[in-house]
T-cell receptor
Framework: KQEVTQIPAALSVPEGENLVLNCSFT??????LQWFRQDPGKGLTSLLL?????REQTSGRLNASLDKSSGRSTLYIAASQPGDSATYLC?????????FGGGTRLMVKP | EAGVAQSPRYKIIEKRQSVAFWCNPI?????LYWYQQILGQGPKLLIQ????????DSQLPKDRFSAERLKGVDSTLKIQPAKLEDSAVYLC?????????????FGEGSRLTVL
């Protein structure tokens, strides 16, 4: 059974810092990995999708990497802004099922 | 392009009552998912449809939960009778070809409180 873990569970940083969110998964036989953002009381917004054959994806200030062999992905956020405050979730697709981690709650202080 | 629509946004019921949630996916998306998200946790898949057929319902508590997707478009998720532990946000998502090849797009969710 696939298990997805996100560390840290919560993170508070001052505005302008670069930061890294971590995601680990137990079964490396995945099809893809997706990072989502969730604002309070809202649904999930897709940020980046990495196919199993890819090693990273970039969108603006966001960069996600994937290391299948070690079962890890990282989401790098450059020059963080207060508007980046949200919960960030990673999800792994394997065995015909998308499994989510518990999320990292990020607060960026002005 | 319209997103995934869900209703109602909020519902408060007493235990042992029933409730139904509705989802309209993005037009043309063949795959539809229902997730349960308990406060502070990541979403957990309840059921996945491909068109109007069930692909995976292994984590659906079938003694009280049911879901259908008639005509391969809209879907409803029903809980009867509700328990206190069913308090959660129920998220509907859709994808064009399935999560293995494409992105999932989520609705804003239906928040259920069971008293």
């Amino acid at each position: 059974k696939q298990e997805v873990t996100q560390i840290p569970a919560a993170l508070s940083v001052p505005e302008g810092e670069n930061l890294v969110l971590n995601c680990s998964f137990t079964d490396s036989a995945i099809y893809n990995l997706q990072w989502f953002r969730q604002d309070p009381g809202k649904g999930l917004t897709s940020l980046l999708l990495i196919q199993s054959s890819q090693r990273e994806q970039t969108s603006g200030r966001l960069n996600a990497s994937l290391d299948k062999s070690s079962g890890r992905s990282t989401l790098y956020i450059a020059a963080s802004q207060p508007g980046d405050s949200a919960t960030y979730l990673c999800a792994v697709y394997a065995g015909n099922m998308l499994t989510f981690g518990g999320g990292t709650r990020l607060m960026v202080k002005p | 392009e319209a997103g995934v629509a869900q209703s109602p946004r909020y519902k408060i019921i007493e235990k042992r009552q029933s409730v139904a949630f509705w989802c309209n996916p993005i037009s043309g998306h063949a795959t539809l998912y229902w997730y349960q998200q308990i406060l502070g946790q990541g979403p957990k898949l309840l059921i996945q449809f491909q068109n109007n057929g069930v692909v995976d319902d292994s984590q659906l508590p079938k003694d009280r939960f049911s879901a259908e997707r008639l005509k391969g478009v809209d879907s409803t998720l029903k809980i009867q009778p509700a328990k206190l532990e069913d308090s959660a946000v129920y998220l509907c998502a859709s994808s064009f070809r399935g999560a293995g090849t494409g992105e999932l797009f989520f609705g804003e969710g239906s928040r259920l409180t069971v008293l």
